[in-house]
């Protein structure tokens, strides 16, 4: 699996972003998809994640109801949108495939990254 972010960059706390996620995988349709960040200076972090169809989501309560991970198998997209932004939302964002673990929301089983893509969150 190739994973390829676009997005990220500076925006102001309160103000929303998008990230996208271009994979390359022979089902993509078999593959949950997840995105991970890690802030400066703390560990990696999944903070949303989505199943194979589409039908379940996980977030953790740090981005619950700000963040909406979404995925597109008719053309090999991931998505997180992210609303509300805070400060402490700055990080490097990794897009991240979990192709072959018994649970598409286990952080250890997302074992293909992307290059990753920073996010700044201004005050």
């Known amino acids: 699996v190739q994973l390829v972010e676009s997005g990220g960059g500076l925006v102001q706390a309160g103000g929303s972003m998008r990230l996208s996620c271009a994979v390359s995988a022979r089902d993509f349709s078999q593959v949950a998809m997840g995105w991970i960040r890690q802030a400066p200076g703390q560990e990696r972090i999944l903070v949303a994640a989505?199943?194979?169809?589409?039908?379940?989501?996980y977030y953790p309560d740090s981005v619950k109801g700000r963040f909406t991970i979404s995925r597109d198998n008719a053309n090999n997209m991931a998505y997180l949108d992210m609303n509300n932004l805070k400060p402490e939302d700055t990080a490097v964002y990794y897009c991240a495939a979990n192709e072959y673990g018994s649970r598409w929301d286990l952080y250890e089983d997302f074992t293909s990254w992307g290059q990753g893509t920073r996010v700044t969150v201004s005050l």
């Open positions: 989505i199943d194979w169809m589409g039908g379940s989501r």
